[in-house]
Structures are given as structure tokens and as C-alpha cells.
């Protein structure tokens, strides 16, 4: 094995380690809020609670999409198979805004009819939470720099971190002022966090899932520059997209000038490519001023 693949897999089973713990812990923290939040009474907590229970779900299905997304390429599925890390990013964002919508009408519905809160199982439980949902998100931040399925597990834990302070925050104002408006008010709050996390979160995952061009590529700086290499005409019927979440692919038809070598050209876009835009895979078809194809749109097919 070579020694990078080795670094490889031994990161991965590292990062896998520390996506266990997290699961574990969140499980623990998941089931003591809920006890809490049922004797103190308090929604805010319970919402904490739930959404602390989605954390745990969402690394678990991380942790799958990252074992899945190491598998080769094989006759099924010819691109491989790290397009499962994007599809679990979307399901944690997807699970992410169900959670908030469920909160908002929870939360309108206790505006009308508050109940009675106790401040100080809110305090300590949300307290213990929040340490915990803390340790949590280090574990899993450094995974999240690379990965758009690990940083969606990843804003889970934070959002459920700034949670459990806004929880603390209430429970201290019940304690205080018996405010207990202060709950469901929170918790709109939580929700409208959450909303804007995961809308925020799941833009670039569908546009990856839509075949969009990378965000850090400009298009038309890649076909002015295909088109700026000796012996190319034009380019024409291009496409450029992310085959996985860091590999991005394109393909086109090239018209060359009458007397072009295609394999001098060919050896020159691909190196442009890759060495200026990080394009590493390219298919390209190329044709002679006989061939070209016949008012060609730049952009796409017909």
C-alpha cells in the first residue's frame, strides 16, 4: 500500500474514532435532557434536547457517508462512491429544518399558553449540555474543514451549543423575574438559528448534487484560456463539475485550426487545467475545421 493511501486511512479511521465518541456522548446528554426538560417543564430544554438527539443521528449518518465514500470506484458505480458524503450533508440539513419548523409552531403554540418552568433544572441541565456539546464540536471541527458532510454534523453541534446558552440564558431570567414568556421566546429564537444555519449549509451541497460549477473556478476565465492555447479555435459544448466534493471534472469539444496536432494541443489544455483551475480530469473531444460541429453553443447541448 502506498504510503499516502496508508496516511489516508489511518486519518480516516482517526476522524471515525472521534465520530464515535461524539455520537456517544450526544446519546447520553440526549436522554438527561429529556428527563429534565419533562420535570422542569421547560420546551426550550426539550427542544435542546430533540435537536441534541438529531446531532447524534446526524453524526451517525456521517460517520456512514465517510466509510461509503472510501469505497473504489466499481462497475456500479463508475465515479466512485464520495458522492455519499454531499447526499448525507443534505439529509443532516434536511433533518436540520424539519427540527426548526417543529420548534417554531412549538414555540408559537407556548406563546399563548405558557406553563410553568423550573429555572434551575433549565440552568444546570443545559448547563451540563452545553460542556458537552462543546467537547463534541472540536471533535468533529477539524474533520469539518474538508468535508461539506462532516461540517454539516459539525453546525448541528454548534447550533446546539449556542442553544443550550440561550436555554441557560432563560432559565436564569425564570429564576429572576419568573419570566416565563422567556421559554418559548428562546426557542423561536433557536429555530430561526437553526433555519438560517442550514440554509446557509445546504446551497453549495445542492449545487455540487445539481452538477454546478465549482465556486472557486470562474468559467469563463477556463475557456478564455482553453481558447487562448496555440491551435485552438474555439471550445464549445463544455462542461464543468464536481464529480465528488473535491474533484472537479470537465469535459468539451475543441475546433482546432487547420494543421493543429491534437496531441500537442491535447497536452497543453490538460496541463493548463490542471495546473491553473486544479482540473485534474478532462475528457476532450477534438475537431478539424471539416468536423466542427455546426453553430455550436458554448455553454451545455442543444
Known amino acids: 500500500m502506498p504510503h499516502d493511501q496508508h496516511h489516508h486511512n489511518h486519518s480516516g479511521l482517526a476522524g471515525d474514532k472521534r465520530v464515535v465518541w461524539a455520537v456517544a456522548v450526544n446519546l447520553v446528554l440526549t436522554l438527561a435532557q429529556i428527563v429534565a426538560g419533562v420535570i422542569s417543564g421547560s420546551l426550550a430544554l426539550i427542544g435542546d434536547a430533540v435537536h441534541n438527539m438529531s446531532d447524534a443521528l446526524s453524526l451517525l449518518v456521517a460517520l456512514s457517508a ?14 466512485g462512491y464520495g458522492r455519499a458524503e454531499v447526499v448525507a450533508a443534505l439529509i443532516n440539513y434536511t433533518t436540520l429544518i424539519v427540527i426548526a419548523l417543529y420548534l417554531t409552531a412549538e414555540g408559537i403554540q407556548r406563546l399563548f399558553n405558557p406553563v410553568e418552568v423550573d429555572g434551575w433544572i ?3 441541565v443545559a448547563g451540563i449540555a452545553l460542556a458537552v456539546d462543546t467537547v463534541t464540536a472540536l471533535l468533529v471541527f477539524r474533520l469539518s474543514k474538508t468535508s461539506v458532510n462532516m461540517r454539516a454534523a459539525f453546525l448541528h453541534n454548534l447550533a446546539d451549543a449556542l442553544g443550550s446558552v440561550a436555554v441557560i440564558a ?3 431570567l425564570i429564576l429572576l423575574y419568573d419570566w416565563r414568556l422567556v421559554d418559548p421566546i428562546v426557542t423561536l429564537m433557536i429555530a430561526g438559528y437553526i433555519l438560517w444555519h442550514a440554509g446557509q449549509g445546504m446551497r453549495p451541497v445542492v449545487r455540487i448534487l445539481m452538477l454546478g460549477v465549482p465556486d472557486d473556478v470562474s468559467l469563463p476565465d477556463v475557456i478564455a484560456a482553453m481558447e487562448a492555447v496555440d491551435g485552438v479555435e ?5 462542461h464543468l463539475w464536481h464529480m465528488q466534493e473535491h474533484d472537479a471534472a470537465l469535459e468539451a469539444h475543441v475546433a482546432l485550426h487547420d494543421g493543429a496536432n491534437p496531441e500537442t494541443v491535447k497536452s497543453d489544455l490538460k496541463s493548463l487545467l490542471r495546473s491553473r483551475f486544479g482540473i485534474a480530469h478532462s475528457v476532450l473531444e477534438f475537431e478539424t475545421p471539416a468536423e466542427t460541429c455546426a453553430d455550436p453553443q458554448v455553454i451545455g447541448h442543444d
Open 122 to 124: 433549565v440552568v444546570i
Open 234 to 238: 474555439n471550445v464549445h459544448h463544455l
Open 170 to 172: 432563560a432559565g436564569t
Open 66 to 79: 465517510r466509510r461509503i465514500g472510501r469505497r473504489p470506484a466499481d462497475e456500479t458505480m463508475t465515479f
